[in-house]
C-alpha cells in the first residue's frame, strides 16, 4: 500500500522574505511525508527562485511561469499540478506550524471520506506575533462549530454555516486531490472564491473535517488586497453578487435553510455596517452609499 503524502503548493507574487519563512517552515516539519512546489508567477526579482536552487532537498520544485496571470490562474495550476492524494495551497506569507502535516495526514487516515480537511489556525501579524482582531474573534469564537475533537461536517447544515459567515481559513486547508479537482474557481468572483469553490464542493456532496490541532499561522495584512477593496466597497458588490448566486444554488438544491443564510448573509452585512463611521468621517460618498446598500441588504 503506498504511503500517503501532502503536495504542498505555494502561488509565490510577493515579499520574498515572508516567502523563504513560508519555505523554512515547510522544511522544519516534523513529518516528512511532504512535496513541496512553488509556483513562482512571474514575480520580476529572482530573490526566491536563488533560494530554493540553494536548498538540496528533492522534494522541493520551483515553477516559473513565463508571463504574470493572477492569483486565481495560479490556484488552477496548482490543483493541475497536484501528484499525491492530498494538496495544500498556501500562501506565500504564510507559515506552517511544525505539527502541520502529521496533523492533516493522521486526520486523513482517522477520516479518510473527509474531502477537505481545516486544522486549528493561528493569526498572526506582519511581524509575525500571535493577534487577535475583531474579523477573527468572529470567525473562530462565533461563526466557527465548536468541538475539542475532529467534527465531521456535511451537506445543508455546513453551506447554512458558511454562509452565515466563512469562518475557514483558505491557505490552512487540506484538500482531496480528486476532489478539489471536480470544481473550478469562479472568475467572476476573485474575492470571494474561496468560499464559492468549497461551497460548490459541498453541493456535490463532499464533507469537510474540522480538527481542533493548531498547526497554521495565518498573515493578516491589514494592507491587503481585500482590505483595499472594502475601503471603495467593491468587496461588498462581489459578496451580494455571490451570495445572491449561492442563493439561487441552494434552492436548486432545495436546501431552504442554505438559501435563507445567502439571501440574509448577516455577517457581511453586519462587516458593512461596522465600517461606516470610518467612512462618515473620510467624506467618501460613493462608498457610504455602498456600504449603506449592502449593510441593509437592499
Known amino acids: 500500500m ?6 504542498i503548493f505555494v502561488p509565490y507574487w510577493g515579499d520574498p522574505d515572508y516567502m523563504k519563512l513560508t519555505v523554512d517552515s515547510v522544511l522544519a516539519q516534523t513529518d516528512p511525508r511532504w512535496f513541496l512546489t512553488i509556483v513562482d ?12 536552487a540553494g536548498i538540496a532537498d528533492p522534494r522541493i520544485t520551483y515553477f516559473k511561469k513565463p508571463k504574470n496571470e493572477g492569483i486565481t ?35 486523513h487516515d482517522a477520516y479518510p471520506d473527509a474531502d477537505i480537511i481545516q486544522p486549528g489556525v493561528r493569526v498572526i501579524d506582519a511581524a509575525g506575533q500571535r493577534v487577535k482582531t475583531l474579523v477573527d474573534t468572529v470567525k473562530q469564537r462565533i461563526l466557527k462549530p465548536r468541538s475539542t475533537s475532529p467534527l465531521l461536517l456535511s451537506g445543508e447544515k455546513l453551506a447554512s454555516s ?7 481559513y483558505w491557505p490552512s486547508l ?5 476532489s478539489v479537482r471536480t470544481v473550478d474557481f469562479r472568475d467572476e468572483f476573485p474575492i470571494i472564491q474561496d ?14 473535517l474540522l480538527v481542533p490541532s493548531e498547526s497554521f499561522a495565518y498573515r493578516r495584512h491589514t494592507e491587503s488586497a481585500s482590505s483595499r477593496l472594502i475601503v ?10 455571490y451570495f445572491s448566486l449561492a442563493a439561487r444554488l441552494a ?13 440574509l448573509r448577516l455577517t457581511s452585512r453586519l462587516h458593512a455596517l461596522s465600517l461606516i463611521p470610518a467612512l462618515l468621517r473620510s467624506r467618501d460618498s460613493g462608498a457610504f452609499r455602498t456600504m449603506v446598500r449592502h449593510g441593509l441588504g437592499t
Open 2 to 7: 503506498t504511503e500517503t503524502s501532502l503536495d
Open 174 to 178: 487540506t484538500f482531496k486531490t480528486d
Open 195 to 208: 468560499l464559492a469553490l468549497i461551497v460548490d464542493m459541498i453541493l456535490q456532496g463532499r464533507s469537510l
Open 232 to 241: 471603495d466597497g467593491s468587496r461588498f458588490t462581489g459578496e451580494r453578487d
Open 162 to 168: 458558511l454562509l452565515h459567515g466563512d469562518w475557514l
Open 73 to 107: 490562474e495560479s490556484f488552477r495550476t496548482s490543483i493541475q499540478m497536484a501528484r499525491q492524494e492530498l494538496v495544500a495551497v498556501v500562501g506565500c506569507d504564510d507559515v506552517l506550524l511544525p505539527n502541520y502535516v502529521k496533523t492533516v495526514l493522521e486526520a
Open 251 to 263: 434552492h436548486a438544491q432545495g436546501w431552504r435553510r442554505a438559501e435563507l443564510a445567502a439571501r
Open 41 to 52: 508567477d512571474a514575480y520580476p526579482d529572482p530573490t526566491i527562485e536563488e533560494y530554493v
